[in-house]
């Protein structure tokens, strides 16, 4: 897999497609793990049974809100400091504006009995070092993992929890090299590099 994206980032400008290796890196982890049933054999932790669809859509009950509502300030504080870091980070890099669409899209998912949005340092590393640029990349992310809740979550209940960990370490690489930055960045200044 680093090998192919390394092949990937030389001749980026030559090919139009990236090669989607941590797609093929899944498929290849599943279709191995089902045929050596490597979870009954060698007791390797997989992903386990994914339900199929979605729940009926209906506002969310407030029973619960006045115990929930000191958890769930803290939590908004930690989820939002965290957006505007991968915000900042990938905003400066492509020029993005999503503090609307992370407001909107959390107001509808909540009517689906959705977890609150925040934001994916991996996936939006993932996203970033696959190439994505625009916005349709998670629209198209949104589109495939749509298509897996409703009917191919069973196709990845072999798939071994150690090529989700490969691919996530592989594509945060980038990012924690980013920590020799940090002295570069303190002489500069301190509350900046800390942030």
Known sequence: ?????????????????????????????????????????????????????????????????????????????????LLITVAKMFGQKHGYRELFAYGMSNMIASCFHCFPNATSLSRSTVQDSSGGKTILVGGFTSIIVLIVILALGPLFKPLPNTVLAAIIILNLKGLLFQVKDFKYYYRIDRLEAVS
């Open 1 to 81: 897999m680093y090998v192919v994206k390394r092949l990937n980032e030389r001749y980026k400008a030559k090919i139009r497609i990236l090669i989607p290796t941590e797609l093929i890196v899944v498929i290849i982890g599943a279709l191995v793990s089902y045929h050596l049933k490597l979870n009954e054999k060698d007791n390797v932790a997989i992903v386990g049974t994914i339900e199929c669809g979605l729940p009926k859509p209906k506002l969310p009950g407030f029973n619960q809100s006045s115990s929930l509502f000191t958890s769930s300030i803290l939590i908004d504080i930690v989820s939002l400091s």
